[in-house]
């Protein structure tokens, strides 16, 4: 019972890292490109997102994306 509670587990971990990469690099490679916003905002994005991987990434996709100014 404890293989398989650590294999199940391992999965999920795996697929929450792999989630967790490709979630901060959609919106740093999104704050890069987004030519609305000047230096200072996108540094302080990418600030937040280093600060708080997942919570200012999902902020940055859900409502930063679409604002052009800060």
């Known amino acids: 019972m404890q293989f398989i509670s650590s294999v199940i587990g391992g999965a999920f971990g795996l697929l929450f890292f792999i989630a967790w990469v490709v979630l901060v690099l959609y919106a740093l490679l999104g704050i ?11 540094l302080l994005w990418i600030v937040i997102i280093l600060i ?15 604002q052009n100014f800060l």
Request: net charge positive; aromatic share 16%.
């Open 52 to 66: 708080a991987p997942i919570l200012g990434s999902l902020l940055y996709i859900f409502w930063g994306r679409n």
């Open 32 to 42: 890069l490109r987004n030519p609305g916003f000047n230096s200072n905002t996108k």
